[in-house]
């Protein structure tokens, strides 16, 4: 007898190629071959999602682990159970003419949100440049299409621009100026969340999801997958086959990526600065629970 299908709802803030193993583990039939049925919604905002996944709107989230600390920390019940996209190495974009940091100061920077990972991030940047807040606004435009617009028409004058768009920008003469990895190689990337209590009612299907998307990676970084691997990125995501060739080169020879409490608390030590939240600093313990991936092993 067939077991029906275990639905998930999935929101992500928005879609491109750190999310390619997602749209592997559905378009491969991974997710299926687990019995798990995940509808994907894109929500174009990290507050509306994480406000609907507190709400029950959605069972898994995937987003920047600040969101996830900012949310504990003021009374939700998610956490994080995975990482299932590399901290990407984001270059710092600006328009030609800029050579360092410092040159940012009186200039517009263009951000998803003012709070967001990267944003505060950045700010550590300029502030170790001697940059005030006041000196340099951070101005919010979206995601990395609205970023890359509003760079190359000339509304910003600097961004974070995710790979692999970013070489087609230093291809048209624009300057980089430093990458999230240069500046913090430890700092996490994207997190999966979801609320406590949801997890622990829905740990097989929870388990299900883990296994698939982890069973993805393996899938991309097999040589007899590289084809169909390219196909999918194309039909997905707005990039061409070269892009994709050049993504699949660099994913398929990187291990799958690691949530780790150490990581997390670098997440915790920066919200907690920037917002200026009561002391004592929680451990990144309170924001994690690792079981779930430590319980749906390969098979």
Known sequence: MTTAAMDLRLAVISDGFPLWPLHIAKSSGLFAAEGVNVAITVTGSSAKQMELL????????????????????????IFAFMAPVHA????????????????????????????????????????AQGISDADCPLTEFGGTKERLDALTDGRADAAFINPPFDKKLLAKGFVRLTSTLEAFPDYPGPVAAARRDW?????????????????????????????????????????DQEMAAAAWLDLSSRPAPVLCAAGLQQVVDVVW????????????????????LENAPLR
């Open 54 to 77: 507190d709400q029950g709107e959605f069972d898994i989230g995937i987003q920047l682990p600040d969101h996830v600390v900012r949310a504990v920390s003021h009374g939700s019940d």
């Open 199 to 239: 997890a622990a009612s829905h740990e097989e299907p929870l388990l299900r999801f883990v296994r698939a998307y982890r069973k993805a990676f393996a899938w991309i970084a097999d040589q007899g997958n590289r084809d169909a691997a390219i196909k999918i990125a194309c039909d997905r995501l707005p990039v």
């Open 88 to 127: 990407a190495d984001i270059s710092l974009i600006a328009k030609p003419g800029m050579h360092s940091l410092a040159d940012l100061s009186g200039r517009t920077i263009a951000v998803d949100g003012a709070k967001s990972g990267y944003a505060l991030l950045l700010r550590r940047m300029l502030r």
């Open 273 to 292: 600065d920037s917002d200026g939240l009561p002391l004592p600093k929680p451990n990144a313990d309170k924001f994690i629970d690792l079981r779930y």
